[in-house]
Nanobody, 124 residues
Framework: QVQLVESGGGLVQPGGSLRLNCAVSGSIFSMYAMGWYRQALGKQRDLVATITHSDNTNYADSVKGLFTISRNNTKNSVYLQMNTLKPENTTVYYC??????????????????WGQGTLVTLYS
């Protein structure tokens, strides 16, 4: 089965930095887009940043100039460099991926995946 493996969350002081990592594992997966979303308890899951196969990026207004999304196509991985972290950045971050899974030589299947979430907590 295809799955997303996340890492990089943890405790950090305001003004500090973290780098979230997410990798697709389990099968061949041709990525159309990957991204990061956030969801606090009882809240909607909202966009943080996405990056397409052609490296077009999209960011939530609140993180523009502070967070940077990037990808490694060979590893089917996506990263979120989070700088100048603030208390409001405290939440669970979820990796997202969309693309085509190779079923056989001539057949692909569209697939959307979510990671299990990684918690980022700001403290003083």
């Amino acid at each position: 089965q295809v799955q997303l493996v996340e890492s990089g969350g943890g405790l950090v002081q305001p003004g500090g930095s973290l780098r979230l990592n997410c990798a697709v594992s389990g099968s061949i997966f041709s990525m159309y887009a990957m991204g990061w979303y956030r969801q606090a308890l009882g809240k909607q899951r909202d966009l943080v940043a996405t990056i397409t196969h052609s490296d077009n990026t999209n960011y939530a207004d609140s993180v523009k100039g502070l967070f940077t999304i990037s990808r490694n196509n060979t590893k089917n991985s996506v990263y979120l460099q989070m700088n100048t972290l603030k208390p409001e950045n405290t939440t669970v971050y979820y990796c997202y991926a969309a693309g085509l899974k190779a079923v056989d030589v001539d057949t692909d299947r569209f697939l959307e995946l979510w990671g299990q979430g990684t918690l980022v907590t700001l403290y003083s």
